[in-house]
């Protein structure tokens, strides 16, 4: 049977049992492929050998302070939502040697590290980590400073995206406009369609690439049914959104709001651990440390995550800025939802849910909105009722 041709922004299917080929031609055209599969109790994004790799049967329950696998009643591929790990790791990696110096006739020579970018095919990038992905670009490629390394590895990331089937408890994508539908910034999008005799993907084909590597797999054109059964599927994932945030004047909100007694409340639980800015998948704050061998013969400089709840993120002159629970809480929040859009033109949330799921102690960034949201109302009512 000759295949029909496929175009950007045209839909195909691709049967459950050719999807594995999609691996092995990725691989062929030179691309390390990652994607989510099964470790210790958690779906993290690594290396992928073949299709039997991914968290196929399984599925992911989630709650504030709480995640669970649990094997599902199918063999989906896709059936889960985020875990822990974002993409982030791969653009712009936790722990980055930038230099090393070696000591020569009484002086140093300094060796700029190679950084030759991986081909990275990223497999099952969900709508909030393309959102969150293009928010990071902004970060690091369209600001007056260029991170080389980081632009060099996103620039030949190969991203076929997935449309998520299920919402997760702590998912508020679509209040933030970043899901759960991939629109753009994908080289393949699918959708994952579990029939009671059928298993199958609709592929949207987001550009030329992508059209050439579905071009090497077995497909055939998508008929309406098919086409309507997955928008239908993202619709209702849209429906079940685990939580919301009411974003409305929400910059202004938060700018009105530094003293308000809500920061204390939440400073009384707030560990500051930094979970939450670690599997943020728009958090990029980074620290850099100078080490030595014993001898002093050679020096590196190592780039490495870092976080706005340790002390020394804003150590200055002998002291911290930032030298309470409140007021890292507080920085970071704001941070996230309002001094990010005077920045960068966007929020820094995407409404992942990682920052609830992962937080010890359950505390909920949507939570918090609405509490200060709703302290401020009582606040103004009391002034009314006083008047
Ligand atoms: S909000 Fe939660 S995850 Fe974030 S620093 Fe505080 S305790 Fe840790
Ligand atoms: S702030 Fe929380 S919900 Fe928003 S993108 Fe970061 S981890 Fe996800």
């Known amino acids: 049977m000759s295949q029909p041709i496929v175009h950007v922004g045209g839909q195909v299917v691709v049967e ?6 999609l691996l092995d031609v990725l691989s062929k055209k030179g691309y390390r492929v990652v994607g989510p599969t099964v470790r210790d109790g958690a779906i993290v994004y690594d290396e992928l050998t073949s299709a039997s790799d991914l968290p196929v049967g399984w599925t992911d329950e989630q709650e504030g302070g709480r995640y669970r696998l649990k094997k599902r009643s199918d063999e989906a591929l896709f059936g889960y939502v985020v875990g822990p790990h974002s993409w982030k790791k791969f653009l712009h990696p936790p722990v980055l040697r930038l230099w090393q110096a070696k000591r020569s006739a009484g002086s140093f020579e300094i060796a700029e590290e190679n950084q030759e970018p991986s ?16 928010t990071q670009d902004k970060v690091f490629m ?10 060099s590895r996103r620039e030949n990331v190969f991203i076929v995206a997935v449309n998520c089937g299920q ?42 690439r992508g059209a050439e590597v579905l071009s090497e797999l077995p497909h055939k054109a998508a008929h309406q049914d098919e086409m309507e059964t997955s928008e239908r ?3 209702k994932t849209a429906q079940q959104m685990g939580r919301s945030m009411d974003t409305t004047g929400i910059k202004d909100l938060l700018y009105r709001n530094y003293d308000n007694p809500r920061w ?5 639980r707030c560990l500051t651990c930094a979970n939450c800015t670690m599997v943020c998948p728009t958090c990029f704050c980074t620290t850099v440390e100078d080490v030595t061998d014993l001898t002093g013969d050679q020096a590196e400089r190592w780039r490495k995550w870092d976080s706005c709840f340790t002390m020394d993120f804003s150590y200055i002159h002998g002291g911290s800025v930032r030298p ?36 010890p102690v359950a505390i909920d960034i949507t939570e918090e909105v609405r509490a200060i949201r709703e302290s401020e109302t009582r606040q103004k009512e009391d002034e009314h009722g006083d008047a």
């Not at 209040?175 to 993907?201: C, I, Q, W």
């Not at 204390?264 to 009384?268: F, K, L, N, P, W």
């Open 142 to 151: 369209k600001g007056q400073y260029v991170d080389p390394g980081y632009k």
């Open 324 to 359: 309470s629970a409140k007021a890292r809480y507080r920085q970071w929040m704001t941070h996230k939802l309002a001094t990010w859009i005077d920045q960068f033109g966007t929020s820094g949330c995407v409404g992942c849910g990682r920052c609830i799921t992962w937080c």
């Open 16 to 21: 459950r049992p050719h999807f594995e080929q």
């Open 119 to 134: 081909r990275f095919a990223f497999i099952g990038v969900r709508s909030c980590e393309l959102h969150a992905i293009a």
């Open 167 to 208: 919402a997760g408890g702590t998912c508020f994508c679509v209040s933030m406009n970043a899901g759960p539908k991939a629109t753009s910034g994908f080289d393949l999008a699918l959708t994952e369609v579990l029939e009671a005799d059928r298993h199958y993907l609709v592929v949207e084909v987001g550009t030329e």
């Open 233 to 235: 599927i993202v619709a």
């Open 264 to 268: 204390d409340q939440v400073a009384e």
